[in-house]
């Protein structure tokens, strides 16, 4: 179904187990950035659960653990994935982290520090393993340097990027009618709808601007 604000939600329903997972795709990835800002969408995404305008990350990542559930970001060049999984009883939690996240992102600067670091720390440390090494080169020589699938993002590249940078790239495609919602697990999907419904209101459409084509 389609809740008004234009996200499209699959429901697989199954009871065996008392949980329940949520994976939101927003339709923008690597693919999707500028060359000029590479490395945006992943230092985006995975500053989506560094601090909210109702959290900070502490606070969010004790939400989570309080029910021993998790929340999780992934970004491929296709698009940017937020996951959360929980005990069926506590899908609360999962419909107030989710949507939060997804709407209300601060990236705070103490935060951005931290992540941009440990990225930087994650590309030095494939100079150290050939075979990572020769997975970048491999698909530099594929694509070339003009498409963005053989780009390889360098250290300067993330430290140019500022909190505005992922301001920017959060605006132009965090849109509800640019996005999926699955949802699998012990739900009711009437009950469920109803709450996704509620949970989602303050996410509003907006448009999308082209992918780029390179």
Request: hydrophobic content about 45%.
């Amino acid at each position: 179904f389609t809740l008004p604000s234009g996200l499209a939600v699959i429901v697989v329903e199954n009871h065996r187990l008392p949980m329940t997972s949520m994976m939101l795709a927003i339709g923008a990835g690597r693919a999707d950035e500028a060359p000029a800002k590479r490395g945006v969408a992943e230092l985006a995404g995975n500053m989506l659960v560094k601090g909210s305008k109702k959290r900070d990350a502490q606070k969010l990542a004790r939400a989570i653990e309080f029910v021993g559930g998790s929340l999780t970001v992934d970004t491929s060049h296709e698009a940017t994935m937020i996951g959360c999984s929980v005990m069926s009883r506590e899908l609360a939690t999962c419909l107030s982290a989710v949507p939060e996240i997804v709407t209300q992102p601060v990236f705070p600067a103490g935060e951005l520090d931290k992540m941009r670091g440990q990225m930087i720390a994650g590309l030095r440390a494939r100079l150290d393993n050939a075979g990572a090494l020769a997975s970048v080169h491999l698909q530099n020589l594929l694509w070339g340097d003009e498409h963005v699938r053989g780009w390889v993002v360098e250290e300067q590249d993330l430290a140019a990027l500022t909190p505005a940078d992922l301001t920017s790239w959060h605006k132009a495609w965090f849109h509800p009618n640019n996005a999926v919602l699955v949802v699998a697990g012990d739900v009711d999907p009437k009950k469920l709808k109803a709450d996704l419904t509620r949970a989602f209101a303050p996410w509003k459409k907006g448009a999308v601007p082209p992918h780029p084509k390179y």
